[in-house]
Nanobody, 125 residues
Framework: QVQLVESGGGSVQAGGSLRLSCGVF?????????MAWFRQAPGKEREGVAA????????YYADSVKGRFTISQDNAKGTLYLQMNSLKPEDTAMYYC?????????????????WGQGTQVTVSS
């Protein structure tokens, strides 16, 4: 049984920082093609924020977060991270960790098989 467990969400003021973590359990981390962070704000569709190839470490970012967010991983620990700096109120959303074993697109939630329960990020102005 694959489990993705997120932590690290919270409430911050605009300009602040948060670091999200996601542990992968029940699946060999290196067998996953993409690990990614998605987010979903109330009334909006789920969108890809950032992704990383577990082998090689190539990273991908949504334009809205480039230069502010950094995705990284610790393959030995089977853990994914998202460092979020210069946070804006529009970054407020539920953030989800996701795993795609097969390597289709990095940005489409439909291509991801496994999901965490989500962690809330709230940024106040």
């Amino acid at each position: 049984q694959v489990q993705l467990v997120e932590s690290g969400g919270g409430s911050v003021q605009a300009g602040g920082s948060l670091r999200l973590s996601c542990g992968v359990f029940g699946y060999t981390y290196g067998y996953i093609y993409y690990m990614a962070w998605f987010r979903q704000a109330p009334g909006k569709e789920r969108e890809g924020v950032a992704a990383i190839r577990t082998v090689g470490g190539t990273t991908y970012y949504a334009d809205s977060v480039k230069g502010r967010f950094t995705i990284s991983q610790d393959n030995a620990k089977g853990t994914l991270y998202l460092q979020m700096n210069s946070l804006k109120p529009e970054d407020t959303a539920m953030y989800y960790c996701a795993a795609d074993p097969s390597g289709r697109t990095w940005y489409s939630p439909n291509d991801y098989n496994f999901w965490g329960q989500g962690t809330q990020v709230t940024v106040s102005s």
